[in-house]
């Protein structure tokens, strides 16, 4: 008898946000130092996967619902392949072979995921990883990635998948009431309506359907005005490209930002900004009053709930990119991010990808094009393991991901910290962005400014922290 788990709302949401140029799939990249025992690696990895029941299940559309169902021809082999780049291969060649891959939709078929393992890349080997959004997000995935790396003290960490829509909805209180209490600041009547739509969402869904009631707590996600048109919005062709740098120092980041007053978020944030701008201003565009607008996903996770699934909310930052000065762009990037801390609350979005998700495709359509035509980016920041791993007893050495975008979005932005660095990765769609190398590159030397003005503090730059002073900016 084959086994089958009603789709939740909210991953309902998630799968049916496929779009033909821009798959909601997450791509990520591991990078093993040699030498590798590639059979033990495949066999580890598949070993992994398969302890989760969903990495066996395809997705069924019923008349009554979505549904994981046990993949009655399930096949490894279609699923966990080998590769090898042409030529000499290398950082170059593997951007492309990624690229290539996440330009592909999943076949809707089988499972949706596979895994590449390169042979012979830079004298070990390269997995590439791409897994359906439905499955889970980011935060969940780091749960599976301790399923696949040597050590039990890893695979203990692992959560067996939830059962079906009860438990979704019991365990989507957790992670509300646990936002709030680690500081959240959220008004009555903004956490009245998360509550309400994490317990009631087919009450959420007639709400939404009336037009009336939650409008006003989602007045902001939904109705803000666009961000600046730039070359980075438009209609992409699906034809995808990854780029990647050397990663950051994550020390060196945090004495950085501990000098100037700022979270380490405030500081990625604006070199990421920063080097938006000077893109823009080395093709000739105008940089003055830019603001581009990036969807950040938020963990509404208990730290302990590493299940599959998606449990976040999202805001939306807007970068200053048309702000040259560093840290006049530092200063600003943080007074948002705290003005956004006593905004609305995460929550309610997730209430609201939980009410799409019992909603026609077409009304969720009509909702989501809306929200996204406001922003240019998908921004999302992961917190991975601060040691080494090893997988089949070779050392992990990077790891990298790249969030999917919908809609006509053509920019995913993501940083993933691990082993005492920071990652910046970019996936760009090349009818607007065709070489996101020529951003990303410019990350590191974004960086390289502020540590500048902690080395040498020059009398005509303020210290961040006066400029807040000044400013009436607290924390």
């Keep these: 008898m084959s086994h089958s788990e009603r789709m939740s709302p909210v991953d309902t949401t998630w799968l049916r946000m496929d779009r033909p140029a821009n ?157 709030i209490n680690a500081g959240t600041e959220a008004s009555t009547s903004t956490l009245r309506s998360a509550l309400d739509l994490a317990r009631h969402p087919l009450r959420a869904a007639g709400l939404l359907r009336d037009g009336a009631g939650v409008a006003g707590e989602l007045g902001y996600l939904l109705f803000m005005s666009s961000d600046s048109a730039t070359r980075f919005k438009g209609k992409p062709n699906g034809a995808k490209r990854v780029a990647w ?56 996770r208990e730290p302990r709930d590493v299940q599959l699934g998606n449990r976040f909310g999202i805001i939306a930052v807007e970068l200053p990119v048309g702000i040259e000065h560093p840290l006049e762009r530092l200063m600003m990037v943080r007074q948002r991010t705290l003005a956004l801390k006593c905004s609305y609350e995460p929550a309610v979005t997730l209430g609201l990808f939980a009410a799409l998700g019992y909603l026609p495709k077409v009304v969720q359509d009509q909702l989501f094009n809306l929200l996204l035509s406001r922003a240019t980016a998908v921004m999302t920041n992961v917190p991975g393991p601060t040691e080494p791993l090893t997988v089949a007893g070779s050392v992990l050495r990077q790891s990298l991901f790249w969030v999917p975008q919908t809609g006509d979005v053509g920019m995913g932005v993501s940083i993933f910290s691990y082993a005492g660095k920071v990652q910046f990765g970019l996936i760009t769609d090349t009818a607007l962005t065709p070489d996101p190398e020529a951003i990303v590159s410019r990350f590191a030397e974004e960086f390289e400014q502020y540590l500048y003005y902690v080395l040498l503090d020059p009398p005509e730059a303020p210290s961040l922290s006066v400029q807040r002073e000044r400013a009436g900016v607290s924390g």
């Excluded at 909601?24 to 040699?34: N, Q, T, Y």
């Excluded at 021809?73 to 080998?82: C, E, I, Q, T």
């Excluded at 604006?270 to 996903?297: I, M, N, Q, W």
């Design 23 to 179: 798959p909601m799939m997450i791509v990520a990249v591991w990078m093993l130092e040699g030498p590798v025992a590639l059979k033990k690696l495949e066999d580890q990895i598949a070993a992994g996967l398969m302890s989760y029941r969903r990495y066996r299940q395809k997705v069924e559309f019923t008349p009554g619902g979505v549904y994981w169902r046990v993949d009655s021809s399930f096949d490894l082999a279609h699923h966990v392949k080998r590769a090898r780049l042409p030529g000499r291969g290398g950082k170059r060649a593997l951007e492309r072979f990624v690229s290539d891959l996440a330009s592909q939709p999943l076949d809707p078929n089988h499972p949706l995921w596979t895994v590449h393992i390169v042979e012979k890349y830079e004298g070990g080997a390269a997995v590439v990883f791409r897994m359906h959004h439905a499955i889970a997000d980011g935060i969940a995935l780091m749960g599976v990635t301790m399923a696949l790396v040597d050590g039990p003290e890893h695979k203990s960490r692992r959560a067996a998948p939830p059962d079906g829509d009860e438990g979704w909805l019991q365990t989507l209180m957790a992670p509300v009431v646990a936002a």
């Design 245 to 300: 740098c050397e990663p950051l120092k994550l020390p060196e980041v945090k004495a950085v930002s501990r000098v100037l007053g700022c979270s380490i978020n405030d500081m990625l944030l604006s070199c990421v900004a920063g080097s938006l701008r000077r893109y823009l201003a080395e093709a000739g565009d105008k940089t003055e009053g830019v603001e581009v607008r990036a969807l950040v996903p938020i963990n509404l």
